[in-house]
């Protein structure tokens, strides 16, 4: 039988699907009770077992594991992987996967700001409805003649993807919002009211009002700067000098005096935009206009307030597309280029990155449209901002060019319509 450690914070959704497993199969998995998360992943024994410091963590038999469903997979038993039909091992394998690349990333989006976690986007939001939508029409119309989602009993297809869903039917499913979907709702109170499940999770109680964002959560988990003043010793006092001193040497002194302070001289910042003309066209107004604004309202906008002497429009395409045969490996490679680019470029730059799926020789696509104040690309100007952008191709748009104006509109249009594998906006 099965045994082990399992490392992990409270209320961990990865573990919770560990422990449900354990539960099913019957393995032996025990929580460290000391575990203090930023801290114990941190030290030099943990490390040395688990060298990201990710947690869940499974320490068991000689066996190291830090990735939450192979954890899951190793703690199950042969009914819950699916059974000996290869079917059926598939099929849970394909309701995993979905919960954690359809499901997950937008319900993260939609219920963070509730929770304090992050703040509020309303088009995210929106976006991130639209998307849990479409997962629960697809799963109502699949559960519709089955009792659970793989075969007659629970396997871990149903463990993963109702624990995905949880914190959804909590925060934010309201009855209005949830009641179309009769067979899911179904469903998840069958699962989340097994023995095995409630032994893990407890009492699952149904959201009755639709969360919203908690700005005050979000100030005490999110506090803002403050610079620390560093304190300066004061200087010992020196024993007076002799008369015979002449002021010459006392000058010369005086400058070691001030070595003593530890206060580096001010960085010059370097105004990258310096050489940008003035213009009525604001990026923040932009943007603000883009988030609130469904395309008939934003576009006119822009046309109207767009300067070609002060901005540019590029379009941009990822050089190894051809190398991007999974879904969430392709979006980590756009998520982290724009996390990347976090800081001063933000006021001065918008935009819009998404991938499909390119069927007939099943690989993802990541293109874009940027918008940039001033005529030179922006991510050459400075280092640390064309890390990531030295794999892309660039093309400077114009659109006094039929052309290059329809491509720029149809990248608002897909993302509008949901015409994407998955969609990024810088703003």
């Not at 490390?47 to 190291?64: D, M, Q, S, T």
């Not at 179904?186 to 999770?201: A, G, H, M, Y």
């Not at 935009?351 to 449209?369: C, L, Q, R, S």
């Not at 660039?394 to 015409?419: I, M, P, R, S």
Request: aromatic share 14%.
């Amino acid at each position: 039988m099965v045994s082990g450690t399992l490392y992990t914070y409270p209320k961990s959704h990865g573990a919770y699907k560990v422990l449900i497993a354990a539960a099913y199969s019957g393995a032996s998995v025990t929580v460290c009770p000391n575990f203090v998360f930023g801290k114990t992943n941190e030290d030099k024994e943990f490390l040395e077992k688990f060298p990201l410091g990710k947690v869940p963590a499974f320490e068991g038999n000689g066996i190291y594991l830090s990735e939450t469903n192979a954890i899951a997979q190793y703690v199950s038993n042969e009914e819950l992987l699916g059974g000996t039909c290869i079917a059926n091992r598939a099929l849970v394998q394909e309701y995993i996967e979905f919960g954690d690349c359809e499901v997950l990333p937008s319900a993260c989006t939609w219920t963070f700001p509730t929770l304090g976690f992050k703040q509020y986007n309303k088009q995210d939001t929106d976006k991130a409805m639209s998307q849990i939508k479409k997962c629960l029409a697809y799963l109502n119309d699949i559960l519709l003649t089955r009792t659970f989602l793989v075969g007659e009993r629970v396997t871990l297809a149903d463990i993963s993807l109702a624990v995905n869903l949880l914190t959804l039917y909590v925060q934010v499913l309201e009855p209005a919002f949830r009641a179309p979907y009769v067979n899911v709702n179904r469903w998840f109170l069958t699962c989340v009211n097994q023995p095995n499940f409630k032994s893990v999770i407890g009492e699952v109680k149904l959201c009755e009002t639709m969360a919203t964002f908690d700005n005050k959560r979000y100030l005490e988990l999110h506090p803002k700067d403050q610079k620390k003043v560093k304190e300066v010793k004061p200087k010992k006092e020196e024993k007076p000098k002799k008369e015979e001193k002449s002021k010459k040497e006392e000058k010369t002194e005086e400058p070691a005096l001030e070595e003593d302070y530890d206060t580096p001289a001010p960085s010059k910042k370097v105004d990258y935009f310096a050489d940008v003309p003035e213009s009525k066209f604001v990026m923040d107004d932009w943007k603000r206009m883009y988030s609130n604004n469904k395309s008939d309202v934003y576009l006119p906008w822009f046309y109207e307030n767009y300067d070609k002497n002060a901005a540019s429009i590029w379009h941009c395409e990822y050089m190894y597309n051809e190398e991007n045969k999974v879904k969430f490996v392709t979006s980590n490679l756009v998520s982290g280029w724009m996390q990347r680019l976090d800081g001063p470029l933000r006021k001065s730059a918008f935009g819009v990155v998404m991938t499909n799926h390119i069927e007939d020789k099943n690989y993802y696509a990541i293109h874009g449209i940027w918008l940039f104040r001033g005529q030179n690309l922006a991510f050459n100007l400075n280092p640390d901002w064309g890390s990531d952008s030295e794999y892309y191709k660039f093309k400077k748009l114009d659109l006094a060019v039929e052309e290059d104006k329809k491509l720029f509109e149809k990248y608002f249009h897909d993302v509008e319509n949901n015409l994407y594998a998955d969609f990024h906006c810088y703003k």
